[in-house]
């Protein structure tokens, strides 16, 4: 068989194949981005508090979502002006700081029951990441949340997740594949 034959039955069978692409989505006006793997489906999604945000759902369809926004994820940013004045390692050295995870669990603990809290890298941004159940909601016991926030000198990036009680271990794993994707405004 000539290369021709060969080349045309080879493009013909990747045609055909149900392959599922990664996605990039970003936000020219604040310079939030995100590289989705092709286990997510994402569009911009609106946020009244939010100056850019992008909401995610398995493609699989698992994990299954809860609560009530439609997505299984949320990446959000909004800006923080009083950031400005700081660098990234004096912002690092904040998050980790025991006032700030004092206030930052405060605030949380209002709507949720703050399971786990964790602090993680990010391209230079220390992070930290939370695992948690809510309080209030329709079956709340039964949901599990991961949040993550980032800050930088331009402001907040932060991600939450809510998936069922039963499906939440399994889909860890992906959450954090999403948060590792995200490039937050600096």
Do not use: H
Not at 141 to 166: F, H, I, N, W
């Amino acid at each position: 068989m000539s290369v021709l034959p060969r080349l045309a039955i080879a493009a013909l069978m990747i045609a055909a194949s149900p392959v599922a692409l990664a996605e990039s989505f970003e936000d020219d006006a604040t310079g939030l981005a995100v590289d989705a793997s092709d286990a997510w489906t994402g569009a911009r999604a609106e946020d009244d508090g939010a100056d850019a945000m992008f909401g995610f759902t398995a493609r699989s369809g698992t994990p299954p979502i809860a609560g009530n926004s439609g997505y299984l994820c949320a990446v959000n940013f909004t800006a923080a002006p009083q950031n400005g004045d700081l660098s990234q390692a004096e912002i690092n050295e904040m998050i980790i700081s025991d006032n700030w995870q004092e206030m930052s669990r405060s605030i949380l603990s209002q709507v949720m029951i703050i399971d786990t809290a964790e602090p993680f890298m990010r391209d230079g941004v220390r992070g930290f990441e939370f695992t948690a159940t809510p309080r209030v909601g329709p079956d709340a016991q039964a949901v599990r949340l991961y949040l993550t926030m980032l800050e930088t000198p331009k402001g907040r990036t932060a991600q939450s997740c809510a998936t069922t009680r039963d499906a939440f271990e399994t889909a860890l794993p992906m959450f954090r594949e999403l948060r590792d994707g995200t490039t937050p405004p600096k």
